[in-house]
């Protein structure tokens, strides 16, 4: 086993990037929505440390990133908290069963992002239910995945090769 410090300071690193790359298309929020910036971190976290962690801060960054700097707003922030935390959750556990190829990194990857979505989408019908804003499947299909796909392709592309890097340079801590 790795040493948890690594993980728990590798944790704290995707954290940070989940509360500062949305800065980079804050100007234009339909590109950040588009382009997901807060989901990457999220997805590298399960690969680099595991899904505990993963899960922690998949959970948390929406939440502290809506306390610190009030976006999301707070009815976006709550499913997004359960989609990223189920990010993590899937991306580690597939990446550690899974044997360590090329190929299985986009398994892990696509699993995870269409679990997240899922998960999403059953956290804002409970919330219509609930009262709080109305949602069908036709406002699941297109923010699940009609409107995502600019962030699905981008992070198809960008995480494998992250990954990648990570594994050669040594600071991958699944095992």
Not at 51 to 63: C, D, E, S
Not at 83 to 105: D, H, M, N, Q, R
Not at 139 to 163: K, M, W, Y
């Amino acid at each position: 086993m790795k040493n948890p410090v690594q993980k728990l300071v590798a944790a704290a690193l995707c954290l940070a990037l989940c509360l500062l790359l949305p800065f980079l298309t804050g100007q234009i929020p339909q590109i950040g929505s588009a382009l997901s910036p807060m989901h990457i971190p999220v997805l590298l976290c399960g690969f680099i440390c595991g899904w505990p962690y993963a899960l922690v801060v998949g959970f948390v960054a929406p939440l502290l990133r809506h306390l610190l700097f009030t976006m999301p707003p707070m009815m976006t922030a709550i499913p997004m908290a359960f989609e990223l935390a189920t990010y993590g959750l899937v991306t580690g556990i597939l990446y550690a069963l899974l044997p360590k190829k090329i190929g299985y990194i986009y398994v892990s990857l696509i699993g995870a992002m269409l679990a997240g979505r899922v998960v999403w989408g059953i956290v804002r019908w409970g919330m219509m239910v609930m009262g709080f804003s109305p949602f069908g499947f036709q406002a699941f299909l297109a923010g699940a995945f009609l409107t995502a796909i600019p962030g699905i392709i981008c992070h198809i592309i960008l995480i494998p090769i992250l990954v990648i890097a990570l594994k050669k340079a040594k600071l991958i801590f699944v095992e």
